[in-house]
């Protein structure tokens, strides 16, 4: 087996049952195109390819690719590109019709949000064509921030920024000893299913810039956080207006409104 490595993040997955479970919650059907972000030695490659799903896979391990053609190459339903996801111009390879509609992967840590900004894309600018279903592999920590509830210790700007722009479901945790070598932390399955948020900000840009300036100091009240844009007895009024706690922190606010907020504070009322 490859000798993994750390510059890329390489922590092979050995659960078949997380395996499973990944495969599983990205319910592959007839027609499904799948991006794989790092097949590494395959291990999750070998499982998609049991589903009716074709899989486009990008290795930035040179290393790994002759290994990975000579396991999968003779599958039609298989390509390999080698590159780096967060580089690589997938359009430029893929005619529109076999785009895929699909992410699934095990990624590597040090990068999960370039990842994450390049899958599902900013409050402003989200990922255009947008993914059907992201199944992502990530830091435990990392998948309690994307689908925690507000009112939680870990609900935060990554929080709100990945519920406004995708359905966020926990799938499973991964402990660290089902990989080789295990990571220094657990892990997790997430899945984000991207749809245009119900009833969306007028200006997500400043939607964005809201939620951020809310959470920098998230013990603070946010009529403090907000004091350099707003009046707190300005805000206060604001905050009664659409039934949220003038005393509240930015922790207490959930998706909704923080839209609320972002078209009562207006950049033109703030200044
Ligand atoms: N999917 C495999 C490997 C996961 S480890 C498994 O579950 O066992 C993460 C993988 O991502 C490694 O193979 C690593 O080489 C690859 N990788 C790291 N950075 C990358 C990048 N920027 N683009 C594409 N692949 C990358």
Redesign the pocket.
């Known amino acids: 087996m490859a000798h993994p490595?750390k510059q890329?993040?390489?922590?092979?997955?050995r659960s078949e049952k997380a395996l499973h479970s990944i495969v599983k919650a990205a319910d592959l059907q007839e027609g499904d195109r799948v991006l794989?972000?790092?097949?590494?030695?395959?291990?999750?490659?070998e499982f998609l390819l049991q589903t009716p799903a074709s899989v486009t896979a990008?290795?930035?391990?040179r290393d790994?690719c002759p290994k990975l053609v000579a396991r999968f190459g003779k599958n039609e339903r298989f390509l390999l590109l080698q590159?780096?996801?967060?580089e690589m111009d997938l359009g430029a390879f893929l005619p529109p019709a076999s785009y895929p509609n699909k992410v699934v992967?095990?990624?590597?840590y040090n990068?999960t949000g370039p990842i994450l900004d390049r899958v599902l894309g900013t409050i402003a600018q989200p990922t255009n064509p947008p993914f059907n279903s992201l199944v992502l592999?990530v830091q435990k920590e990392v998948a309690q921030r994307i689908t925690a509830k507000p009112g939680s210790r870990i609900y935060g700007a990554l929080s709100v920024h990945c519920q406004y722009l995708a359905e966020c479901d926990w799938i499973c945790d991964v402990v660290a000893k089902s990989f080789f070598p295990p990571p220094k932390v657990d892990s997790a399955v997430v899945r984000l299913r991207p749809r245009p948020y119900p009833d969306p900000a007028e200006q997500p840009q400043w939607f964005s810039t809201l939620v951020r300036l809310g959470f920098q100091s998230r013990r603070k009240m946010l009529r403090n956080n907000f004091k350099s844009i707003v009046e707190p007895d300005r805000l206060t009024v604001i905050l009664e207006e659409i039934d949220v706690n003038p005393q509240a922190r930015a922790e207490e606010l959930g998706v909704a409104d923080w839209v609320a907020l972002s078209r009562r504070l207006t950049p033109a009322a703030a200044s």
């Open positions: 490595r890329f993040g390489q922590h092979w997955l794989e972000i790092g097949p590494g030695t395959g291990a999750l490659t990008i290795e930035i391990d790994l590159g780096d996801i967060l992967a095990n990624i590597p990068i592999l």
